[in-house]
């Protein structure tokens, strides 16, 4: 539910160390160690794949508590969003602002007209937002195979059955 009013905007770079420490913080809860999501997170920013237009985040009363990422990687050719990482601050999570940022994430890719975007995450919380898991259409990230429940599509306008094969994030990519 939405209690507060959210404010989603394109992140700049003066966010950047607030987003680290959201991040660090969100994927640092039950023992969990956060340095892949900060580093997948720093990466991007390095990457020449990194989407500017599709980083955001989420302000309540000026204050930073919500951020998601994009990065173009390759399907078969095709360069393809994928998303990762989403991260909503632990005292600001179950107030929709999870819902707001992959809800406009998905309105701008549209928007952009990029076919499709994927990420690896939670059946549970995409589906929401129109994902399904991406081998039911033909896409398929190797490293969890072609049944996996958590590598998932969310298919736009552009979306054809043409679009389909393996997909690599833009850290597999080697450039
Ligand atoms: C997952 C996350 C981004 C959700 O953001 P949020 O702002 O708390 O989510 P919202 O308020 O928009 O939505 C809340 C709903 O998501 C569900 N939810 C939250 N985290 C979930 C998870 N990891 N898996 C499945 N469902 C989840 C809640 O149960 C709630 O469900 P309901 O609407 O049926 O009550 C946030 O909890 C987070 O940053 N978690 C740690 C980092 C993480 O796991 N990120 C990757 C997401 S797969």
Redo the contacts with the bound molecule.
């Keep these: 539910m939405v209690t507060d009013d959210i404010v989603i905007r394109q992140a700049t770079t003066a966010d950047q160390a607030v987003v680290v420490a959201l991040v660090r913080d ?2 640092g ?1 039950g023992g969990h160690d956060p340095a892949e999501e900060v580093e997948i997170v720093v990466s991007t920013w390095a990457s020449d794949r990194r989407l500017d237009e599709l980083e955001l985040v989420a302000e309540v009363d000026g204050v930073v508590v ?1 951020h998601v990422l994009c990065a173009l990687g390759d399907l078969e050719g095709t360069a393809l969003p994928s998303v990762a ?4 601050a632990p005292t ?9 940022l992959v809800t406009e994430v998905v309105r701008r890719a549209e928007t952009a007209g990029y076919p499709a975007l994927v990420l690896l ?2 059946d ?3 589906r929401r937002f129109g994902f399904e898991p991406a081998g039911t259409v033909g896409v398929v990230y190797a490293p969890v195979g072609p049944a996996s429940p958590y590598f998932q599509i969310r298919r736009l306008a552009g979306f054809g059955p043409s679009l389909r094969g393996e997909f690599a994030y833009h850290w597999e990519l080697g450039r």
């Design positions: 969100a994927f809860t919500g990482p989403l991260a909503v600001a999570q179950g107030r929709g602002i999870g819902t707001a995450g939670s549970r919380y995409y």
